[in-house]
């Protein structure tokens, strides 16, 4: 819930151990098992779950979702998305807008 509610700022899993009041190691481990990966990788597939449903809900330029979603690096940003959805994010808003503008 913590990191949803700050996904759009640019945060660090010291930042979220800090706010839960544990310690970074253990909340690192503890994340590994629960979810079989790290807290990083956390929160980039919740920075990118969120793009997904900005990028098919809205008209906003991708540079703008950005902010939103806490990057500041574009290139970045684009990397991770594609590694996480085989498209970059422009691909992907042509090709789901598509599907969707198709099943109404």
Not at 62 to 71: A, H, M, R, V
Request: hydrophobic share 35%; glycine share 4%.
């Amino acid at each position: 819930t913590w990191m949803r509610a700050h996904l759009h700022e640019p945060i660090s899993t010291s930042e979220i151990a800090n706010a839960l009041h544990v310690n970074s190691d253990h909340l690192g481990r503890v994340c590994k098992r629960v979810w079989g990966h790290s807290l990083t990788d956390q929160i980039h597939r919740l920075r990118i779950a969120r793009a997904k449903r900005l990028l098919t809900d809205t008209d906003q330029p991708i540079g703008q979702l950005l902010s939103d979603l806490g990057f500041q690096d574009s290139a970045y940003f684009r990397r991770l998305f594609r590694r996480h959805t085989g498209l970059t994010p422009s691909a992907y808003r042509r090709h789901h807008t598509r599907i969707h503008i198709n099943t109404w």
